[in-house]
Antibody, heavy 126, light 108 residues
Framework: EVQLVESGGGLVQPGRSLRLSCAAS????????MHWVRQAPGKGLEWVSG????????GYADSVKGRFTISRDNAKNSLYLQMNSLRAEDTALYYC???????????????????WGKGTTVTVSS | DIQLTQSPSFLSASVGDRVTITCRAS??????LAWYQQKPGKAPKLLIY???TLQSGVPSRFSGSGSGTEFTLTISSLQPEDFATYYC??????????FGPGTKVDIK
Protein backbone atom coordinates (compact mmCIF):
# COMPACT_ATOMS: atom_id res chain seq x y z
CA GLU A 1 0.00 0.00 0.00
CA VAL A 2 1.29 3.43 -0.95
CA GLN A 3 1.58 5.47 2.21
CA LEU A 4 2.99 8.72 3.54
CA VAL A 5 3.23 9.29 7.29
CA GLU A 6 4.19 12.68 8.67
CA SER A 7 5.66 13.25 12.12
CA GLY A 8 7.50 15.86 14.14
CA GLY A 9 4.74 18.37 14.71
CA GLY A 10 3.99 19.93 18.06
CA LEU A 11 3.71 23.11 20.10
CA VAL A 12 6.67 25.46 19.73
CA GLN A 13 7.35 29.03 20.80
CA PRO A 14 7.73 31.82 18.25
CA GLY A 15 11.26 32.08 16.96
CA ARG A 16 12.11 28.46 17.67
CA SER A 17 12.69 25.59 15.25
CA LEU A 18 11.02 22.32 14.38
CA ARG A 19 11.83 19.52 11.94
CA LEU A 20 9.07 17.61 10.22
CA SER A 21 9.56 14.18 8.68
CA CYS A 22 7.56 12.20 6.15
CA ALA A 23 8.12 8.45 5.85
CA ALA A 24 7.20 6.96 2.49
CA SER A 25 6.36 3.35 1.74
CA UNK A 26 4.78 1.26 -1.00
CA UNK A 27 6.48 3.00 -3.91
CA UNK A 28 9.96 3.70 -5.21
CA UNK A 29 10.61 6.91 -3.30
CA UNK A 30 13.58 8.12 -5.31
CA UNK A 31 11.55 8.06 -8.54
CA UNK A 32 9.32 10.92 -7.41
CA UNK A 33 9.42 14.57 -6.46
CA MET A 34 7.79 15.42 -3.15
CA HIS A 35 6.05 18.43 -1.63
CA TRP A 36 4.93 19.96 1.64
CA VAL A 37 1.49 21.58 1.73
CA ARG A 38 -0.02 23.21 4.80
CA GLN A 39 -3.47 24.22 5.94
CA ALA A 40 -4.01 26.77 8.69
CA PRO A 41 -7.05 26.16 10.92
CA GLY A 42 -10.21 26.87 8.94
CA LYS A 43 -8.24 28.04 5.90
CA GLY A 44 -7.35 26.72 2.46
CA LEU A 45 -4.41 24.75 1.17
CA GLU A 46 -1.06 26.49 0.84
CA TRP A 47 1.81 24.93 -1.11
CA VAL A 48 4.95 25.31 1.04
CA SER A 49 7.86 23.63 -0.70
CA GLY A 50 8.79 21.02 -3.27
CA UNK A 51 11.88 18.97 -4.09
CA UNK A 52 12.73 16.92 -7.16
CA UNK A 53 13.70 13.26 -6.98
CA UNK A 54 17.42 14.03 -6.82
CA UNK A 55 17.15 17.29 -4.84
CA UNK A 56 18.31 19.14 -7.94
CA UNK A 57 15.23 21.34 -8.12
CA UNK A 58 13.82 22.94 -4.99
CA GLY A 59 11.21 25.64 -4.50
CA TYR A 60 9.63 27.54 -1.62
CA ALA A 61 6.60 29.71 -1.12
CA ASP A 62 7.51 33.33 -0.50
CA SER A 63 5.97 33.06 2.97
CA VAL A 64 8.62 30.55 4.12
CA LYS A 65 11.61 31.33 1.89
CA GLY A 66 14.76 31.85 3.96
CA ARG A 67 13.24 30.18 7.04
CA PHE A 68 12.29 26.67 5.89
CA THR A 69 14.52 24.08 4.23
CA ILE A 70 13.24 21.01 2.43
CA SER A 71 15.42 17.94 2.04
CA ARG A 72 15.16 14.23 1.40
CA ASP A 73 17.07 11.06 2.13
CA ASN A 74 16.32 8.56 -0.61
CA ALA A 75 18.17 5.79 1.24
CA LYS A 76 15.72 6.22 4.14
CA ASN A 77 12.63 6.88 1.97
CA SER A 78 12.12 10.09 3.90
CA LEU A 79 11.26 13.72 3.27
CA TYR A 80 12.03 16.51 5.73
CA LEU A 81 11.10 20.11 6.41
CA GLN A 82 13.38 22.09 8.69
CA MET A 83 11.42 25.07 9.99
CA ASN A 84 13.35 27.90 11.64
CA SER A 85 12.27 31.27 13.03
CA LEU A 86 8.72 30.02 13.39
CA ARG A 87 5.87 32.52 13.51
CA ALA A 88 2.29 32.31 14.72
CA GLU A 89 1.16 32.33 11.08
CA ASP A 90 3.03 29.06 10.50
CA THR A 91 0.47 27.30 12.70
CA ALA A 92 -1.10 24.69 10.45
CA LEU A 93 -1.59 21.06 9.57
CA TYR A 94 1.38 20.09 7.39
CA TYR A 95 0.87 17.46 4.71
CA CYS A 96 3.49 15.76 2.61
CA UNK A 97 2.41 14.83 -0.88
CA UNK A 98 3.88 12.70 -3.66
CA UNK A 99 4.17 14.30 -7.06
CA UNK A 100 3.43 12.21 -10.10
CA UNK A 101 2.67 12.88 -13.74
CA UNK A 102 1.57 11.62 -17.11
CA UNK A 103 2.35 12.37 -20.72
CA UNK A 104 -0.46 13.73 -22.84
CA UNK A 105 -1.02 12.46 -26.41
CA UNK A 106 0.95 15.50 -27.60
CA UNK A 107 3.88 14.60 -25.30
CA UNK A 108 3.48 17.32 -22.69
CA UNK A 109 4.18 16.10 -19.13
CA UNK A 110 1.47 17.01 -16.65
CA UNK A 111 2.15 16.95 -12.93
CA UNK A 112 -0.22 16.25 -10.05
CA UNK A 113 -0.14 15.26 -6.38
CA UNK A 114 -1.68 11.84 -6.15
CA UNK A 115 -0.79 10.59 -2.66
CA TRP A 116 -1.11 12.57 0.55
CA GLY A 117 -0.34 11.81 4.16
CA LYS A 118 -2.73 12.52 7.03
CA GLY A 119 -0.63 15.48 8.17
CA THR A 120 1.13 16.61 11.32
CA THR A 121 0.03 19.63 13.33
CA VAL A 122 2.37 22.52 14.09
CA THR A 123 1.26 25.11 16.63
CA VAL A 124 3.40 28.20 17.14
CA SER A 125 2.44 29.98 20.34
CA SER A 126 4.00 31.37 23.47
CA ASP B 1 4.05 34.25 -9.15
CA ILE B 2 0.92 32.77 -10.68
CA GLN B 3 -2.21 33.55 -8.68
CA LEU B 4 -5.40 31.54 -8.83
CA THR B 5 -8.91 32.72 -8.05
CA GLN B 6 -11.98 30.53 -7.69
CA SER B 7 -15.64 31.37 -8.00
CA PRO B 8 -17.87 31.07 -6.24
CA SER B 9 -16.23 30.82 -2.82
CA PHE B 10 -19.28 29.06 -1.51
CA LEU B 11 -22.27 27.44 -3.16
CA SER B 12 -25.33 25.79 -1.80
CA ALA B 13 -26.81 23.02 -3.95
CA SER B 14 -29.15 20.05 -3.81
CA VAL B 15 -28.56 16.40 -4.58
CA GLY B 16 -28.93 15.93 -8.32
CA ASP B 17 -27.92 19.48 -9.21
CA ARG B 18 -25.36 20.28 -11.86
CA VAL B 19 -22.56 22.27 -10.26
CA THR B 20 -19.84 24.30 -11.95
CA ILE B 21 -16.80 25.86 -10.27
CA THR B 22 -14.49 28.24 -12.08
CA CYS B 23 -10.76 28.72 -11.56
CA ARG B 24 -8.87 31.60 -13.16
CA ALA B 25 -5.10 31.99 -13.41
CA SER B 26 -3.31 35.32 -13.40
CA UNK B 27 -1.35 34.24 -16.46
CA UNK B 28 -1.59 31.44 -18.97
CA UNK B 29 -0.80 27.99 -17.63
CA UNK B 30 -1.74 25.90 -20.66
CA UNK B 31 -3.47 22.82 -19.22
CA UNK B 32 -1.27 22.55 -16.12
CA LEU B 33 -4.18 22.52 -13.72
CA ALA B 34 -5.45 19.97 -11.22
CA TRP B 35 -8.58 19.77 -9.07
CA TYR B 36 -8.78 18.32 -5.57
CA GLN B 37 -11.65 17.50 -3.24
CA GLN B 38 -11.23 17.84 0.51
CA LYS B 39 -13.67 16.70 3.16
CA PRO B 40 -13.47 17.90 6.78
CA GLY B 41 -10.63 16.28 8.71
CA LYS B 42 -9.31 14.51 5.62
CA ALA B 43 -6.39 15.02 3.25
CA PRO B 44 -7.11 16.36 -0.23
CA LYS B 45 -8.00 13.86 -2.92
CA LEU B 46 -6.95 14.28 -6.55
CA LEU B 47 -9.92 14.42 -8.93
CA ILE B 48 -8.60 15.78 -12.23
CA TYR B 49 -5.22 16.66 -13.71
CA UNK B 50 -4.08 18.19 -16.97
CA UNK B 51 -7.25 20.29 -16.73
CA UNK B 52 -9.52 17.52 -17.99
CA THR B 53 -8.06 14.07 -17.27
CA LEU B 54 -10.02 12.14 -14.68
CA GLN B 55 -7.88 10.44 -12.05
CA SER B 56 -8.36 6.69 -11.87
CA GLY B 57 -11.25 5.71 -9.62
CA VAL B 58 -12.96 9.11 -9.68
CA PRO B 59 -16.64 8.96 -10.72
CA SER B 60 -17.43 10.11 -14.23
CA ARG B 61 -19.88 12.73 -12.97
CA PHE B 62 -16.77 14.87 -12.37
CA SER B 63 -15.31 16.60 -15.39
CA GLY B 64 -12.85 19.40 -16.05
CA SER B 65 -12.30 21.74 -18.95
CA GLY B 66 -10.37 24.82 -19.98
CA SER B 67 -6.88 25.93 -20.84
CA GLY B 68 -4.82 29.08 -20.63
CA THR B 69 -6.34 31.16 -17.84
CA GLU B 70 -9.87 29.87 -17.34
CA PHE B 71 -10.88 26.44 -16.12
CA THR B 72 -14.02 24.75 -14.86
CA LEU B 73 -14.84 21.77 -12.70
CA THR B 74 -18.31 20.35 -13.29
CA ILE B 75 -20.22 17.83 -11.23
CA SER B 76 -23.02 16.64 -13.50
CA SER B 77 -25.33 15.33 -10.78
CA LEU B 78 -24.34 16.17 -7.22
CA GLN B 79 -24.30 13.23 -4.85
CA PRO B 80 -24.41 13.32 -1.02
CA GLU B 81 -20.72 12.35 -0.83
CA ASP B 82 -19.72 15.32 -3.03
CA PHE B 83 -20.37 17.93 -0.37
CA ALA B 84 -16.84 19.13 0.28
CA THR B 85 -14.38 21.89 -0.53
CA TYR B 86 -12.79 21.92 -3.97
CA TYR B 87 -9.39 23.42 -4.81
CA CYS B 88 -7.69 24.07 -8.10
CA UNK B 89 -3.90 23.96 -8.33
CA UNK B 90 -1.58 25.25 -11.01
CA UNK B 91 1.40 23.07 -11.90
CA UNK B 92 2.91 25.27 -14.58
CA UNK B 93 5.77 26.89 -12.67
CA UNK B 94 7.76 23.89 -11.45
CA UNK B 95 8.09 23.20 -8.54
CA UNK B 96 6.04 26.15 -7.20
CA UNK B 97 2.57 24.63 -7.41
CA UNK B 98 0.12 27.10 -5.89
CA PHE B 99 -3.50 26.43 -4.95
CA GLY B 100 -6.65 28.42 -5.42
CA PRO B 101 -8.55 29.64 -2.34
CA GLY B 102 -11.19 26.88 -2.52
CA THR B 103 -14.91 26.53 -3.15
CA LYS B 104 -17.09 25.03 -0.44
CA VAL B 105 -20.08 23.06 -1.72
CA ASP B 106 -22.78 22.79 0.90
CA ILE B 107 -26.20 21.21 1.12
CA LYS B 108 -29.15 23.46 0.30
Amino acid sequence: EVQLVESGGGLVQPGRSLRLSCAASGFTFDDYAMHWVRQAPGKGLEWVSGISWNSGSIGYADSVKGRFTISRDNAKNSLYLQMNSLRAEDTALYYCAKESGDYSPDYYYYYYMDVWGKGTTVTVSS
Amino acid sequence: DIQLTQSPSFLSASVGDRVTITCRASQGISSYLAWYQQKPGKAPKLLIYAASTLQSGVPSRFSGSGSGTEFTLTISSLQPEDFATYYCQQLNSYPRFTFGPGTKVDIK
